[in-house]
């Protein structure tokens, strides 16, 4: 389970922080050019179409917290999709929340990871994790993440196994972004 967490908190990590960056420049490219905000229902069409052509009806939290409690599968593309789309969010002037974002791609790419591996619940624990390193690696609080992704997933009875990999992808996330 370590070395799984370690990998996850990399390469979760590694999304956060170019996810951070990115909206950091979208943010500053908005300000600096103002004008940009009648750009937002073309973003917001944009958005729309993208999610329509290559996403899940139900996608987003409810898809990674459906997950969680089933046998269900987040698809690979939902990562690049809520990147892209709040990206641009972001660069119109919209209004868009980054903690649900990291915890999206945390949570897909470590549930991807997880599928080439076939150990008893593996595909829950380190969906778990994925998502501890998405809320660590964008905001460097990986104690903070591993309590909210345990406890985001409770319905009556916690996965105790999914704390150690948690943490070890939190910090290693935080670390590395």
Avoid at 10 to 21: C, H, R
Avoid at 39 to 47: E, R
Avoid at 150 to 174: C, H, I, N, R
Wanted: include cysteine; charged fraction near 10%; glycine fraction near 10%.
């Amino acid at each position: 389970w370590i070395v799984l967490a370690v990998i996850t908190g990399l390469v979760v990590g590694g999304a956060s922080s170019i996810f951070a960056k990115c909206i950091v420049w979208a943010s500053a490219y908005r300000t600096a050019h103002t004008m940009i905000f009648l750009m937002l229902p073309l973003s917001g069409l944009l958005i729309v179409f993208l999610y329509e052509k290559y996403g899940s009806r139900d996608g987003g939290t409810n898809q990674v917290l459906a997950t969680i409690k089933s046998r269900d599968s987040i698809p690979l593309i939902s990562a690049p999709l809520i990147f892209v789309s709040t990206l641009l969010t972001h660069l119109a002037g919209g209004s868009a929340g980054r903690e649900g974002v990291a915890v999206q791609i945390g949570a897909t790419l470590s549930h991807w990871f997880a599928r080439r591996f076939k150990f008893k619940n593996n595909g829950r624990v380190l969906l778990i994790a994925g998502m501890a390193a998405g809320f660590g690696g964008l905001f460097q609080t990986p104690f903070a993440a591993v309590f909210f992704a345990m406890e985001v997933v409770v319905t009556g009875k916690m996965l105790y196994q999914a704390f150690l990999p948690s943490l070890v992808a939190a910090v290693t996330a935080s670390t590395f972004s």
